[in-house]
């Protein structure tokens, strides 16, 4: 039987006093832009911190209503996709926090970091940003060997950051649009930037994008990616910049289409490619200069950066 939340503040606050909280970084990219009501992005800043190490303590705060702060202490073991509710921070804390077999799950949900996580032989999706969910902030985790994808942003999702995180050999690696019939419910959203990430070994869909635009792929590692690394398909818009793709066969998919998807929009520039084939690019795509500034680092520069600072227990 899971547990009240008061028990879980109860038992946690030894566990807080004995482990506190890591520094918060600051957000950025479109997780930052003020819309739909919020400013930015802060997760539970304003209210409460709980340490959990036990599925029951977990499930339980994920699904309190109103800012909290949960602390995910070693190893985790949940099933399927579990609901996130709005206003939360969820942080792993000490060494190696794990969930392990299954994910996140947001259904109109806001204002939420995960941060500093090993997500482990997740049974669906690691993470599913869906419903209309918006001002999510996905930072410095490592993802390893979901059944399906390692992170999908579907279903009119908005104004979401993929920073800093590693995709150690995963197969579907990020998926920004469900299905080639949902523009109805994404033309007009799926605004996602994604910066800092190590895409290594991992396969495919870096992302694999329809209908979204602008989203925004810059200073990544891509990786010895078997399949591909980015595709722009159904209109969506994507720009890709001042990343580094090693070993990459096919780096971007767009004007041609990619499967039974049709053609997308893609703007490449001050990209590296080393051993890799061409980025296929073409028309124009929104500037995500006109929603928030950001410093480009050196393509050349990306892959020791990234070995360096992408994943759990790095920021």
């Avoid at 036990?54 to 994920?62: M, Q, R, S």
């Avoid at 979401?160 to 649009?177: Q, R």
């Amino acid at each position: 039987m899971r547990i009240a939340l008061a028990a879980v503040l109860a038992a946690a606050s030894v566990l807080v006093a004995a482990a506190p909280a890591q520094a918060a970084p600051t957000v950025d990219g479109f997780a930052s832009v003020a819309a739909l009501g919020l400013a930015t992005t802060t997760g539970g800043i304003a209210g409460p911190t709980v340490t959990v190490d036990t599925t029951d303590e977990l499930l339980d705060a994920i699904d309190t209503v109103g800012h909290l702060t949960i602390q995910v202490s070693g190893t985790i073991d949940i099933t399927s996709k579990q609901g996130v509710r709005p206003n939360k921070t969820i942080v792993g804390i000490g060494g190696n926090p794990t969930i392990r077999g299954g994910g996140f799950d947001f259904y109109k949900s806001s204002n939420v970091i995960v941060r500093n996580l090993t997500f482990v032989d997740a049974e669906d999706d690691a993470i599913n940003v869906g419903q209309q969910s918006h001002h999510i902030w996905i930072h410095h985790n490592t993802f390893r060997t979901p059944v399906d994808g390692s992170i999908d942003i579907v279903r009119g999702a908005d104004y979401v950051t993929v920073s800093w995180n590693h995709f150690a050999g995963t197969d579907k690696s990020m998926l920004i649009g469900h299905s080639d019939g949902a523009a109805s419910t994404d033309i007009g959203h799926l605004k996602v930037s994604i910066h800092h990430n190590w895409f290594d070994g991992s396969r495919q869909r870096h992302p694999r994008v329809r209908f979204g635009e602008p989203v925004h792929v810059y200073n990544n590692w891509f990786d010895g990616n078997e399949l591909y690394g980015v595709a722009s398909t159904m209109n969506a818009g994507v720009v890709v910049e001042g990343n580094h793709f090693t070993a990459v066969p096919y780096p971007c998919f767009s004007t041609g289409g990619y499967a039974d998807s049709g053609p997308g929009r893609l703007v490449q520039r001050s990209n590296v490619f080393t051993g890799s084939g061409p980025c296929q690019a073409g028309g124009a795509v929104a500037e995500p200069r006109t929603y928030y500034s950001y410093t480009l680092d050196p393509a050349s520069s990306v892959p020791s950066l990234v070995q360096a600072g992408a994943g759990a227990g790095k920021g």
